[in-house]
């Protein structure tokens, strides 16, 4: 049980397009879903805490306006990366939580390269 | 932000040998966990103990913590090559929000 989703897996984008990545918790219902970024050989970036029906809390630093989170439904988060550069390029990861808020399972992460 | 710190960044071992990692934090916390990456993978959750234990034990894992030290160690035994990988010590901070803050990581080489 307690799986986490994440699609698509890769991605490769044009600089300048929008890129959306989705995360699904598939036998739980995630009451807050997390949202991070990891640039290569370094640690994970909290970048947002989405709650189902409200909007996501976005950590310093992070562009609320080029990351879109959508908590739509208890069993998915969207994230969207607007106007996509190469410096966005990074390893994006999705956790959930459910009735206990010390466990987070993660997705497989998605890859997004932007050309 | 990043408030822990691994040590060591890298590691590299002979399989059937044990491997330690330390992390270190810097604030309260209610508890602290340890999770395994897998190059270009998501994080499999590990073990997670609680402010008030001291030491805990999962198979071939052991970890402990210190809280006066505001350190943790994550203790691998009999090591395999299908260890290798990167091993992250993550804390709450004391929040009741679920947010993690992440160490740097430890990178773990097994060599068969």
């Known amino acids: 049980g307690a799986v986490v989703s994440q699609h698509p897996s890769w991605v490769i984008c044009k600089s300048g397009t929008s890129v959306k990545i989705e995360c699904r918790s598939l036998d739980f219902q995630a009451t807050t879903m997390f949202w991070y970024r990891q640039f290569p050989k370094q640690s994970l970036m909290l970048m947002a805490t989405?709650?189902?029906?409200?909007?996501?809390?976005?950590e310093q630093g992070v562009e609320k306006d080029k990351f879109l989170i959508n908590h739509a439904s208890l069993t998915l988060s969207t994230l969207t990366v607007t106007s996509a550069h190469p410096e966005d390029s990074s390893f994006y990861i999705c956790?959930?939580?459910?009735?206990?808020?010390?466990?987070?399972?993660f997705g497989p992460g998605t890859r997004l390269t932007v050309l | 932000s990043q408030q822990g710190e691994e040590d060591p960044q890298a590691l590299s071992i002979q399989e059937g040998e044990n491997a330690t990692m330390n992390c270190s934090y810097k604030?309260?916390?209610?508890?602290l966990q340890w999770y395994r990456q897998n190059s270009g993978r998501g994080l499999v959750h590990l073990i997670l103990i609680r402010s008030n234990e001291r030491e805990k034990h999962s198979g071939r894992l052991r970890v402990t913590l210190d809280t006066s030290k505001k350190s943790s160690s994550l203790l691998i035994t009999a090591s395999r090559a299908a260890d290798t990988a990167s091993y992250f010590c993550a804390t709450d901070g004391s929040s009741n929000t679920g947010k993690l803050i992440f160490g740097q990581g430890t990178t773990l080489q097994v060599k068969p």
């Open positions: 956790s959930a939580t459910g009735t206990r808020p010390d466990t987070q399972y």
């Open positions: 604030t309260s916390i209610n508890n």
């Open positions: 989405s709650n189902e029906g409200s909007k996501a809390t976005y």
